[in-house]
């Protein structure tokens, strides 16, 4: 079992930054892709931008330009750079982790309000 948790959640005005971290447990982290998922109230949950063991990255059209994720397969954590935020970035922010299954984290909540 695969644990997940992700940190760095909080409020920001609008045009602030914040960076999002999901660390993972377990030995084989680096075969996982990894990836960024958002919901606001009343919304389905949205994809954000995902990873692969490869590095190759995939935005949202929304974020595309403002946000960017990495990895970091020493430290079993992936990272979410987000710059230029809006009031409609505003969400519970999750990550997860797949390889045949899907593992998710419990969340953090972001908001971007002045």
């Known amino acids: 079992q695969v644990q997940v948790v992700e940190s760095g959640g909080g409020l920001v005005q609008p045009g602030g930054s914040l960076r999002l971290s999901c660390a993972a447990s377990?030995?084989?982290?680096?075969?996982?892709?990894a990836g960024w998922y958002r919901q606001a109230p009343g919304k389905q949950r949205e994809l954000v931008a995902t990873?692969?063991?490869?590095?190759?990255?995939n935005y949202a059209d929304s974020v595309k330009g403002r946000f960017t994720i990495s990895r970091d397969n020493a430290k079993n954590t992936v990272y979410l750079q987000m710059n230029t935020l809006k009031p409609e970035d505003t969400a519970v922010y999750y990550c997860?982790?797949?390889?045949?299954?899907?593992?998710w984290g419990q969340g953090t909540q972001v908001t971007v309000s002045s």
């Open positions: 377990g030995s084989f982290f680096r075969f996982y892709t």
């Open positions: 997860k982790l797949s390889r045949g299954e899907d593992y």
């Open positions: 990873i692969t063991s490869g590095l190759s990255t």
